[in-house]
């Protein structure tokens, strides 16, 4: 089955830097990954996510790559600020409508002001 | 998009007595899947519950300690049988449309 490795663990970025999350998946059959971000006491709300067709997508402050040689995908958020402070998961499942999504381990951003 | 009501939003629980989690969804899905996150951990998934067929579990999970019942297109519950204090955890439904999934607020559950 699909494997999601997930790096860093903790990221902490000054107000205004860039942050990026990495994310590499095992199963070639993926098609789509998507990134969470999960504030405390909340469940998973998606932010953004990416389809196999599709090598990058942006939404304002945000972005995700993928690279489907590799196997893996990134997020990225530019011009950081405190309220991006949270816990963030990436995920991957080879159809999204009928097979249960694998997520990666997580990575808590801390941004400081 | 789908709106997902899951309750109870937290509870504490007596050991060894069980736990109903309900989640209900604005609109008919084929399946609904139920994640565990166990603190500071990612989401890890327990089961696929199909309507009209019994769940799934995943390996790990089995149906004697988290019963799953989906009697209809829009309606699950999990129960948390004869809890340890290592049930504590939030426990989460999901469904997936074709765009994204989405999730209940989730059941954050202390066994003490």
């Known amino acids: 089955g699909e494997n999601v490795e997930q790096h860093p663990s903790t990221l902490s970025v000054q107000e205004g830097d860039s942050a990026v999350i990495k994310c590499t998946y095992s199963?070639?059959?993926?098609?789509?990954f998507p990134w969470y971000k999960q504030e405390l006491g909340k469940g998973p709300q998606l932010i953004i996510d990416?389809?196999?067709?599709?090598g990058e997508k942006k939404d304002q402050r945000i972005a995700v790559t993928l690279n489907k040689t590799a196997k893996h995908f990134s997020l990225h958020i530019t011009e950081t600020q405190p309220e991006d402070s949270a816990v963030y998961f990436c995920?991957?499942?080879?159809?999204?409508?009928?097979?249960?999504?694998?997520f990666g381990k997580g990575t808590r951003l801390s941004v400081i002001a | 998009s789908a709106v997902i009501s899951q309750k109870p939003s937290r509870d504490i629980c007596q050991r060894g007595t069980s736990l109903t989690i309900q989640c209900q969804v604005d609109?008919?899905?084929?399946?609904m899947f139920w994640y565990r996150q166990q603190p500071g951990q990612s989401l890890t998934l327990i089961a696929t519950?199909?309507?009209?067929?019994?769940?799934?579990?995943e390996s790990g999970f089995v149906i004697d300690k988290f019963p799953i019942s989906r009697p209809n297109l829009t309606f699950s519950t999990l129960t948390v049988s004869n809890m340890s204090p290592e049930d504590s955890s939030i426990y989460l439904c999901?469904?997936?449309?074709?765009?994204?999934?989405?999730f209940g607020q989730g059941t954050r559950l202390t066994v003490v």
């Open positions: 999901s469904v997936q449309g074709v765009t994204e999934a989405f």
């Open positions: 199963d070639s059959a993926s098609n789509y």
């Open positions: 990416i389809r196999s067709n599709v």
């Open positions: 995920a991957a499942t080879p159809n999204s409508g009928n097979t249960p999504l694998v």
């Open positions: 609109s008919q899905v084929t399946m």
């Open positions: 519950a199909n309507q009209g067929s019994e769940a799934t579990y």
